[in-house]
């Protein structure tokens, strides 16, 4: 029993080990975006969308944002421990995902003109860590909590490097798209964490 015991631990530890691993390496797929690049506020008649992960729980492993298009994810970027993300779109009504271990998502009113702000937030999972997307409500903006996260976190972009990974994960990441947004979309409307779009500033 206790050399089970043994080869059970020495597994789950290798495949923790392996996790760790699959998890720093996605973090060199982005870059740092230098400051004349940085966009942090929309252009004329567009609206903006900033992802932020001020939180350092789960820091090894990287949470991957999207949009879902036709019902098709579409990489915004990977989001890291204190850093953050900025997409820009044409004002209307959009679905967010982030993976994890697991999916989940943020629905959006976009306005034109605005910019809008929502957390990336780790959670426990079974064998890596789970994350969230939370709306950053009007009421928040400009809080003393809400500057600390902005100036926490760094402003990053994508690189052939990371676009490359979301096409070889493309099956993957489809598959938890269409798995968790069925259990997403049973919750009560208001379970489901939304922009709106007073939100924006």
């Known amino acids: 029993m206790k050399f089970i015991n043994r080869n059970f631990l020495l597994i789950v530890a290798t495949v923790l080990v392996g996790i ?29 969308v900033v992802f932020m992960r001020p939180s350092d729980f789960g820091g090894a492993v990287q949470s991957s944002v999207f949009e879902i298009k036709d019902e098709k994810p579409s990489l915004i970027g990977i989001v890291s421990a204190n850093t953050k993300v900025s997409h820009q779109v044409k004002p209307g009504d959009y679905l967010f995902m982030v993976i994890g271990e697991s ?13 809008y702000y929502a957390l990336v937030t780790p959670r426990m999972g079974v064998w890596k860590a789970r994350f969230s997307l939370k709306p950053i409500h009007a009421a928040e ?20 490097a990371s676009e490359g990974w979301a096409r070889e994960n493309a099956n993957s990441i489809y598959s938890k798209y269409t798995q968790y947004y069925a259990d997403w979309m049973e919750k009560d409307a208001a379970d489901r964490p939304k922009l709106l779009a007073e939100d924006g500033k």
């Open 20 to 48: 760790l691993i699959a998890g720093c390496a996605t973090s060199s797929k982005m870059q740092v975006v230098s400051p004349d690049r940085v966009i942090s506020a929309p252009e004329e008649g567009m609206s903006l």
């Open 103 to 115: 999916a989940d998502f943020m629905s959006a009113e976009l306005e034109a003109d605005k910019t």
């Open 141 to 160: 903006l400009g809080t003393e909590e809400f500057n600390d996260w902005f100036e926490q976190c760094g402003w990053m972009e994508n690189t052939p």
